[in-house]
DNA sequence: AATCATTTTAAATATTTGTTTAAAAAAACT
DNA sequence: AGTTTTTTTAAACAAATATTTAAAATGATT
């Protein structure tokens, strides 16, 4: 039978086991995440999930490489845009900010899931690829090179300031029950962090005067 | 009968148990792990680990508040350390260096169990008390009001720091894949990174000659 | 309407899971 | 020595797991 393309109220059931099968291996991690879990999180039989994805592992590997490209994806675009240096570094904090706001457990998902079994990330090489030449790093270089910032290795300054974001919201949990925060001060906290971010960074670089 | 406290040469098997289990939940998570993992990494029966702890949760709790302690121990004292403020930032970031060289996946760990199921903190919360007034609070204000240093949120500061360093080991395994590391490579990628961080916090917060 | 392929369902499959049992082995004590 | 307690073992347990099966329901095509 043809495929039928049109049916924009109701949601595909292939769709919704996605939808499901990402907010539950998101939650739960693959070890901790049921067939079970899924189903019932899509409101469908069990046995759909294997009619449409052939395994567990079939669709978790599905949904890790969606969430490999989202983590990746809008970072690259930026570090390859033709903005000043200056932008770019407030615009990459900026947009980790935003992402990680609306994907909240997309890095400790990510982190994890590649630290069980870092053999799953080969299937997505392509997106890791794109990240040994960009233009963030012949920008990083011509400052240093002209002098308007410190010098510095443009992979330890990418790193510093992927952790110094991200790390927030792996840490979320923990820090909500450390600093007995609620959701909305973690959120004015994320804030408060990321000025901070912005100008620890910024001012380091390029407040050059002294040594 | 009573406890025998002395055969130095062999090792008790609740000790072998806490070991193996030590590694194999650090390694494959709550989840992931299973109790004839455990059984088979100690070298004993299945059964041995229901009779030492009372089920696969209780032996978790044990060696999640073990991993609890030494995540925070070095650091609290660290941070109520009679000594100046910069050489207390740089021994802690020292300090969580070692540490998470030593036990490279303590922090994914931790906030991995946490991340799904934040109600095991509670039981550490004693540690976590601690956190809430530090020297290190009380030296960050005074050096404000001197303006010795930039005007910074103690806490915004203490979890930039926190974050730069252990987001590193979070991420290792995603960091070698990408950027096709060794282990060796990536030990030296780490000393660098230390420079970078104390550098960067350093200059940012005693630079203060601009604004 | 009849036929066909597609989708969905309930039930069963074989494994694996954490945990328990009851007996054997080892150790401690009298 | 014999007796009791502690430790270890092999086997079994019920529950949960991912996956499959075969039949029912649905939808499309003729």
Redesign the pocket.
Known sequence: ????MNCPPFQK?EEKIKEAAKKVFLEKGFDG????DIAEAAG????????YF????KLFMNIFEDMIQLFFEGSVQILNKPISLRDKIVELIEHDFELMKKNPNLVIFIMNEVHRNPERLVKAIGYIKQLHHTLFKVQVQEAIDKGEIRPVNSLNLMTMIVASVQFLFVSKPMHMQIWQMSEAEFDQFTINQKRLIIDMVTSYLFETEKA
């Not at 039978?1 to 039928?4: A, G």
């Not at 052939?54 to 592992?57: A, H, L, N």
């Open positions: 039978m043809k495929r039928d059931t995440a049921t067939s079970r469908i039989n069990i046995a759909l999930t294997n009619y052939r395994s567990k592992e």
